[in-house]
Structure formats: C-alpha cells, structure tokens
C-alpha cells in the first residue's frame, strides 16, 4: 500500500498480487463477457450472481426500510453493529456503471463496513439508468443523506456524525452528493469515502488507456456507463457528473480516496485526491499497486484487499480527521 497523502502519483505493480490471479483467470474459464456487451438486463443478472451474498459476515441488526424519494418508495438497507447505542452513520451508494447493482450485490462489503468501522451504515438502492438517466440515481443519493440527516436516530445513527461513501459509480454519487449539499444545503458530512471512484466524463485518463481491457473493469465498460448514464452529451459538463471538471473542490468535506493499480479509473481518482488537497480538503489517498478495479469486495480471500478494508474502516472510526 501506499499513502500518497493526496500529493503522489498512482502506478501499477509489475503483475498483479497473486491472489487475485484465481479470480481474473475464473472470469476468464467461466467466458464472462465484459458488461458494456451485454444487454443492461443481463449484465444486472449476472452482476447481482457474481456478487450477491454468500456467506454474509453477521451484523447484530439488518433492517429494510422504504422512504418517500424523488420517484416514489425508495428501499435502504440498514446495518447497526451495536443496536443499544447510536453511532455514527454512512450513507453508501454501490457501484455498477450506474446502471447496475442492488442492495444484496452490495451487502458484504456493507457489512464490513458496519463491523469494522463500528458505523451505521445506509445502503441506499437509488434508481438506475437507462429506465432513470442522470440526475435521477443523484437526487435519490441526496433525498437518502437528507432523511438520515432528519430521522437517523430512530434507526439507531447520530445524525450530527454522517458520512457519504461508495464504489466506482457509486463514489462518482458520493462525490457529487457533497458538491450538492455544498451548493444547496443540506446536512453536514462529516467525510466522504470515494472508492475507486468514477469522476471524470472526459475519458482522457492515462489509466483508460493503460489499463483498458481491465481486469474486471475495461475502457469500453465505461465509456457504455456513461453513454447510458446521461441524457445528452450536455451532462458531460455537469459537475454533478464529473466531480474532477468542478470549478472549485473547497469547501467540501474531508475525503478518503482509494485507488487500484490495474483500475481503468486509477488516475482520476489519484487527480481528485491531488484536487482536493490543492483546495484545502483534508484528504488521504490510498493506492494499492498491485490490485483491480472493486477489489475491497475480495477481502474474504486477498490478504492486501483485507488489509485495506481495514484502513478504510479506521478511517471511518476516526471520523476522518488526520
């Protein structure tokens, strides 16, 4: 691992860590296509197989409940690893190219989150494009840190105490929830967790090119996400849309970013960490050379991702202050 403090620059290893190998080559022997070949419907099946959960770690209390959103009943999934007492809370927004993902695909690293970092954690299942293009899955993300902001203690979160966080697509959320709640208003956050975040809808990353046939994750699956994500080639400017092309990052609240050596996205998530330190963020940046996109859902078997996970949680428990 290395910490860059948000003022280095992100590489890749020579090879990938080794543990990660049986898993590549499996997606290999198994012919997964890569998602941006599959219809949207089948990409989300065969998204919620791989990454459903299995054998779930235990959280004292998991509980489904279903506020007024933008669009209507918006299910959120909440974890509370000590229900006796109120903590701190993260709202957390999966990943899936914005136009996949669920609640159950999200649910392990959900619960880890929970466990290790000692947090209520509100996993939110906000509406998916193409049937709900941008700024759908957005208003969603910010109507779900507005209800914990208001109503957090009855299910057991300090509401004084809450942080955004998600992966890739999710992050992206993450990231745009805390310019929303900048430019509009909203509750305080306390911090923001951008796990190897999608930020940047010009496509002119080192990385994309360097890494464009993945693992796990390719060029052509993001630039799909994105042409799936907006409405006209117009939201490509929306800062909303990509956080990195923002006028100004100050103001917003202190950022973990994390970021993998052989991800596509490695390099706008290692500019945003740089963005934000330049604009007086407190941040920290995260890099492990040697892992792929999502890798933090490979905690179970790879001992790097395991000991990310739990950087990642002490973070959280310190309530980001470096």
């Given at each position: 691992?290395?910490?860059?403090?948000?003022?280095?620059?992100?590489?890749?290893?020579?090879?990938?860590?080794?543990?990660?190998?049986?898993?590549?080559?499996?997606?290999?022997?198994?012919?997964?296509?890569?998602?941006?070949?599959?219809?949207?419907?089948?990409?989300?099946?065969?998204?919620?197989?791989?990454?459903?959960?299995?054998?779930?770690?235990?959280?004292?209390?998991?509980?489904?409940?279903?506020?007024?959103?933008?669009?209507?009943?918006?299910?959120?999934?909440?974890?509370?690893?000590?229900?006796?007492?109120?903590?701190?809370?993260?709202?957390?927004?999966?990943?899936?190219?914005?136009?996949?993902?669920?609640?159950?695909?999200?649910?392990?690293?959900?619960?880890?989150?929970?466990?290790?970092?000692?947090?209520?954690?509100?996993?939110?299942?906000?509406?998916?494009?193409?049937?709900?293009?941008?700024?759908?899955?957005?208003?969603?993300?910010?109507?779900?840190?507005?209800?914990?902001?208001?109503?957090?203690?009855?299910?057991?979160?300090?509401?004084?105490?809450?942080?955004?966080?998600?992966?890739?697509?999710?992050?992206?959320?993450?990231?745009?929830?805390?310019?929303?709640?900048?430019?509009?208003?909203?509750?305080?956050?306390?911090?923001?967790?951008?796990?190897?975040?999608?930020?940047?809808?010009?496509?002119?990353?080192?990385?994309?090119?360097?890494?464009?046939?993945?693992?796990?994750?390719?060029?052509?699956?993001?630039?799909?996400?994105?042409?799936?994500?907006?409405?006209?080639?117009?939201?490509?400017?929306?800062?909303?849309?990509?956080?990195?092309?923002?006028?100004?990052?100050?103001?917003?609240?202190?950022?973990?970013?994390?970021?993998?050596?052989?991800?596509?996205?490695?390099?706008?998530?290692?500019?945003?960490?740089?963005?934000?330190?330049?604009?007086?963020?407190?941040?920290?940046?995260?890099h492990e050379p040697a892992m792929p996109h999502g890798?933090?859902?490979?905690?179970?078997?790879?001992?790097?991702?395991?000991?990310?996970?739990?950087?990642?949680?002490?973070?959280?428990?310190?309530?980001?202050?470096?």
């Amino acid at each position: 691992m290395t910490d860059d403090t948000a003022t280095g620059e992100a590489h890749a290893a020579d090879e990938l860590d080794p543990q990660v190998r049986p898993v590549v080559d499996e997606a290999a022997r198994l012919g997964l296509p890569e998602w941006s070949a599959l219809s949207v419907e089948s990409a989300r099946r065969i998204e919620d197989e791989l990454f459903g959960p299995t054998d779930p770690p235990t959280v004292a209390r998991v509980s489904e409940v279903a506020i007024d959103g933008p669009g209507g009943d918006m299910p959120l999934r909440v974890y509370h690893p000590a229900p006796d007492r109120e903590l701190p809370a993260l709202c957390f927004f999966h990943g899936g190219l914005w136009a996949l993902g669920t609640l159950d695909s999200i649910d392990e690293v959900c619960r880890r989150l929970a466990r290790r970092a000692n947090r209520v954690v509100v996993s939110v299942d906000y509406r998916l494009a193409p049937e709900h293009p941008f700024p759908a899955g957005l208003e969603d993300c910010v109507a779900a840190v507005e209800w914990v902001g208001e109503h957090g203690a009855g299910v057991g979160a300090d509401p004084t105490r809450l942080a955004v966080g998600g992966t890739s697509a999710g992050g992206n959320l993450a990231a745009a929830t805390c310019l929303y709640t900048r430019a509009f208003g909203g509750p305080s956050l306390e911090g923001q967790l951008l796990l190897y975040p999608m930020l940047d809808s010009g496509l002119d990353a080192p990385s994309l090119d360097e890494r464009a046939d993945g693992p796990l994750l390719t060029r052509r699956d993001v630039v799909w996400a994105y042409d799936t994500y907006l409405r006209s080639p117009v939201d490509r400017h929306n800062p909303f849309v990509s956080p990195l092309r923002a006028d100004s990052l100050a103001g917003v609240p202190p950022a973990l970013v994390v970021t993998a050596g052989f991800d596509p996205l490695r390099d706008e998530g290692a500019a945003y960490a740089r963005a934000l330190a330049e604009a007086g963020v407190p941040t920290r940046h995260d890099h492990e050379p040697a892992m792929p996109h999502g890798f933090l859902s490979l905690a179970d078997d790879v001992d790097v991702a395991d000991e990310a996970f739990d950087r990642v949680a002490a973070v959280l428990r310190d309530g980001f202050e470096y």
